[in-house]
């Protein structure tokens, strides 16, 4: 196991390198120059160049990528082309703002999800798996841009239930938790939406498949009660599957978030980064996109130690 871990760890530093590669090749190669966010009618070309020569943007690409390897290896990602703040002060704000709203997206659609596979593959083909599996196909099928404008629609515009951006009411003399939390719903169904749509059909056919092994018609052959050879016999091996499952949608839970946040203005990474995108903010570009990698790493790496520990069959020799 210690070997193992070792190796997926060094197997790690190329992969990363990689990923920081390809993301500052193509960010450097798009159309567009960070400089014309900057551009006054009184500038002269030579103000420019020395804007540049600032930025550190007349070095080779080459040059340019190894020093920003070498700055970010010192946990330095450099100052904002636009507002000049650390890069690093900017995301320790925002960083903490997009995990809350992932996290309990993954919550509430892991909760919602296996509740529904569970009631679903026991009730096989009945009126309730029918409904779920609608459910869950529409899920599949909404766009989350969409999805969210009609969630805003509806219960902020129509109905007035809800705020509909924002992630606490800035009127207000103290912010009260029922604030916060009416402000998480609608981006937090959002998130949770299209995963929970995947995932109840994954946590279906994994009961399916469980429920019809030997060792269960043994358990129903002695007597047992239904909700105990479902919750404590079957339920435990169909979430085995689920752990892989959890940890290979990281990515589409982070970019459904970033969406999220653009179109419900909850102030994380997400907004940021895309703000960052429009306005050329290299560093903020970058360093969005390491820190995305470098989760997307370690929640792989987590979840297959994690598969081991579960699944006393898997071995990592």
Not at 21 to 43: Q, V, Y
Not at 101 to 126: C, D, H
Request: charged content about 15%.
């Amino acid at each position: 196991m210690r070997t193992y871990i070792i190796k997926r760890l060094i197997s790690m530093i190329p992969i990363f390198l990689g990923i920081t590669l390809i993301s500052f090749s193509i960010i450097h190669l798009a159309p567009g120059d960070p400089t014309t966010m900057m551009m006054s009618p009184k500038f002269k070309p030579s103000d420019l160049a020395r804007i540049r020569a600032n930025l550190g943007l007349d070095d080779p690409l080459p040059v340019q990528y190894i020093k920003w390897v070498t700055s970010m290896l010192r946990f330095d990602f450099g100052n904002s082309f636009i507002s000049g703040r650390l890069v690093s002060e900017i995301l320790l704000e925002k960083i903490p703002v997009t995990l809350l709203l992932t996290g309990t997206g993954m919550l509430v659609a892991v909760i919602i999800s296996v509740f529904l596979g569970i009631i679903s593959a026991t009730r096989q083909y009945s009126l309730i798996d029918y409904v779920v599996s609608i459910f869950a196909f529409a899920g599949l099928s909404i766009p989350v841009f969409w999805f969210g404008l009609m969630l805003i629609l509806v219960f902020s515009v129509k109905l007035g239930w809800l705020p509909a951006t924002g992630m606490y009411n800035l009127r207000a003399e103290h912010v009260t938790l029922w604030d916060r939390i009416s402000h998480m719903i609608l981006p937090v169904i959002c998130i949770a939406a299209p995963s929970m749509a995947s995932w109840t059909r994954y946590m279906r056919s994994s009961m399916l498949e469980v429920i019809r092994e030997d060792y269960i018609r043994t358990a129903r052959s002695k007597g047992l009660r239904e909700q105990v050879v479902i919750y404590k016999h079957a339920l435990k091996n169909a979430l085995i599957p689920m752990v892989t499952l959890l940890g290979l949608s990281l990515p589409f839970l982070i970019s459904g978030a970033f969406i999220t946040e653009r179109i419900f203005g909850w102030p994380g990474m997400g907004r940021t980064g895309i703000d960052a995108v429009w306005q050329r903010d290299y560093p903020i570009i970058m360093a969005i996109n390491t820190i995305t990698a470098i989760l997307v790493l370690v929640c792989n790496f987590l979840t297959d130690l994690a598969y081991a520990a579960i699944d006393p069959r898997i071995k990592y020799n």
